[in-house]
């Protein structure tokens, strides 16, 4: 008996048999394909950051043409404040006066990129930029850029007050003596990319 062959345009019994089996086949695998393709997605997925992380990660860039000496920008990055401060020759010079009565003046205990590692913990000396975060608890010291005011004494000659507290911070964010915070406000990592623009998040300081 020999196998059934189409020799005339006539299909057999047999040819109908195959054809089915490879359809079957042919619809098997491409679910499988389909149903491995699915619980893939989901896998890779979770490995991909999600765009919360990313944008708390990504570097910040605060344009500051317009910042006034005794002004201050603010941006978030990595869910933290950062403040951004124009300093005048005056300010700059009382930085100086209130050394003596500083905890940590050469920020030998404190936090901040070895290019911020200066007399006024900056890239540039007219512009300060600090986490607006007390190192003492976490709270927002305000910026009191004000010359001996009433509340804060006749050796108080600008800074930073937090009110939790009473801790306060010279505007070099350098803490002073006999407060509660440990160190001076932390220095983030960031770097000039132009003469106005600042970007927080990138650790090379200069452009």
Known sequence: MTDAVTTDGVTTDE???????RFLGIATGATGAVAAGLLAVPFLGSLKPSARAQAL???VQINIESLQPGQVA?????????YVVRRDEAMLERVKQMEPQLS???SKASDQPEYALNEFRS?????LVVFGQCTH???????????QPADLGSEWFGGFFCACHGSKFDMAGRVLAGVPAPKNLEIPPYRFVGESVIEVGTDTGAA
């Open 137 to 147: 608890l976490g709270c927002a010291p305000a910026p009191r850029f004000d010359v």
């Open 15 to 21: 040819d109908l048999d195959e054809s089915r089996r």
């Open 123 to 127: 890239v540039k000396p007219e512009v």
């Open 104 to 106: 940590d003046p050469e």
């Open 57 to 59: 990660g990504a570097p």
């Open 74 to 82: 603010r941006a978030q990055w990595r869910g933290r404040t950062v």
